[in-house]
């Protein structure tokens, strides 16, 4: 028997292979749930009372060694001995080489199954609230951009090819509007984490008379779980939460790539700070958007996080199964990388130099004003089909002349159709392109102010709502 001695020995004669030790013991990285461990603790130890099992002196007694506990885990002083199999036996371990024999009474009629779902619930619910206060950064400094170049008008694409002109406002605000999603899906998936799993015991319900509605009440829960079996064995929220990390990477990592195109010589539109960029360690001139690279590059860790735990979950008969312990590394991989890419792109879009002169010019080639053209034609009267047909060929003949729409005299136009007038010029330009496009959600520059201001609202209420 090695120094520690397990909690259950008294089932064994002989002690546990160390590589076997190594192998199953969690503490390596599951002692990051000890401040929900010991909170959990705390609000058992005063159900325990109320059921009869501890008198307030000994409840007094155990929440001062758990307090304790957390102090010396606050200041990194962690040991890391394997034989505690998990953070929940190290905190029990240890409160009864604090406080003694009365340390032991703590479990009563608890088992690790519901205690480790219990602190993983906390834990999560805790850092949503701060990817969430994360992404509120994220869609201020697009807001803010948005707001600061209003004039830039850029092509829009679809296919990567010119399709018609936007302002560079609006697409960004694109991703306001995904970020919006992505916290609201974690708010959402907070309404299935927030269900207090104490009192099922190892699977089948504790026999002591724990008042757990009082426990949800003291840990902040709106509802109990309705199933001891399902309590033990649910991990339902941390997928949740892995499939709305994984999309809100999928968003990070979009647009990191298009930070990553503007920023290409090719394109030009955008130029990331400095502070955010590396150099090469051979080509002098070079400056890498590494940043945005490596955030699109870390999308690939969360949804690995995702398919780990759906493949560790899939053939697991009830109830709790060992297995399990599998499911904190890809959460805790999950909320690190996540919470670390958005912490390092809010500042990198912060820092953002616009180039509204080459999103300009940009747009002067590539007939981004066809579709223009077309609806110029459906204004005088063509059905829609055949403006599309006439505009086509006109573009193919300003291909053979290398000139643009506008650079065609009212003779070659009128060549295409009779419906041509000195108007076409004005209604092919770049503003009255932008501001024909006014409805709810279009590029107008009237209604992306709106959409600005809409969005600035929202972020606002968002605000302390976690
Ligand atoms: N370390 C374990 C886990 O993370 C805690 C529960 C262990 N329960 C047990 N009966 N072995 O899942």
């Not at 999603?181 to 026999?207: E, H, K, W, Y």
């Not at 010589?265 to 001139?285: I, K, R, Y």
Request: one cysteine or more.
């Amino acid at each position: 028997m090695g120094k520690i001695k397990k909690a259950w020995s008294g089932r064994f004669a002989g002690s546990m292979e160390q590589k076997a030790e190594e192998y199953t013991t969690s503490l390596p990285f599951d002692w990051r749930l000890y401040p929900y461990d010991i909170q959990g603790s705390i609000a058992y130890a005063r159900a325990l009372v109320k059921a009869g099992v501890l008198t307030e002196d000994e409840r007094g007694r155990i929440i001062r060694g758990l307090e304790e506990i957390k102090k010396e885990l606050d200041d990194g002083r962690l040991d890391p001995d394997p034989a505690y199999e998990d953070i929940h036996m190290y905190i029990e371990g240890r409160l009864i080489d604090k406080i003694g024999e009365v340390g032991g009474k703590l479990h009563t009629g608890r088992s690790r199954n519901e205690q480790v779902t219990l602190d993983l619930r906390l834990y999560l619910r805790a850092e949503i609230e701060q990817i969430c206060n994360e992404i509120r950064q994220a869609q201020g400094a697009l807001l803010d951009q948005a707001e600061r170049h209003l004039d830039a008008v850029m092509p829009g694409y679809t296919h990567l090819q010119r399709a018609q002109p936007v302002l560079w406002a609006h697409h960004v605000m694109a991703y306001v509007e995904m970020f919006g999603r992505d916290a609201a899906r974690f708010q959402d998936c907070v309404n299935r984490i927030n269900i207090m799993p104490l009192g099922s015991g190892a699977l089948s319900g504790t026999t002591y008379a724990i008042d757990r509605v009082q426990l949800a009440q003291d840990l902040g829960f709106p509802e109990v779980s309705r199933n001891s079996v399902d309590a033990v064995s649910d991990r339902d929220f941390a997928l949740e939460f892995l499939a709305g990390a994984s999309i809100t990477i999928v968003h990070l990592s979009r647009l990191s790539e298009e930070i990553i195109l503007w920023a290409s010589t090719e394109f030009g539109f955008c130029d990331v700070p400095e502070a955010f960029a590396t150099g090469s360690s051979l080509m002098p001139q070079k400056k890498n958007p590494d940043v945005a690279e490596l955030a699109r590059g870390k999308a690939g860790r969360i949804f690995g996080d995702l398919v780990g735990l759906l493949t560790t979950m899939k053939g697991l008969p009830l109830s709790y199964n060992r297995d399990l312990q599998e499911d904190k590394e890809p959460v805790f991989d999950a909320v690190d990388t996540l919470r670390g890419t958005l912490q390092v792109l809010a500042p990198l879009i912060r820092g953002l130099r616009v180039n509204a002169e080459r999103m300009r010019q940009a747009t002067q080639e590539g007939f981004l004003n066809a579709t223009d053209a077309a609806d110029y034609l459906v204004s005088k009267g063509l059905p829609f089909r055949q403006a599309h047909e006439v505009v086509g060929k006109i573009v193919r003949y300003c291909l053979d002349q290398d000139k643009h729409l506008d650079q065609l005299s009212l003779e070659e136009l009128l060549h295409y159709s009779p419906l041509f007038d000195e108007g076409f010029y004005a209604y092919v330009g770049l503003d009255a392109s932008l501001n024909r496009r006014g409805v709810i959600g279009g590029t107008a520059p009237k209604q992306v102010r709106e959409a600005i201001q809409v969005a600035r609202a929202e972020l606002k209420k968002g605000e302390g709502k976690g």
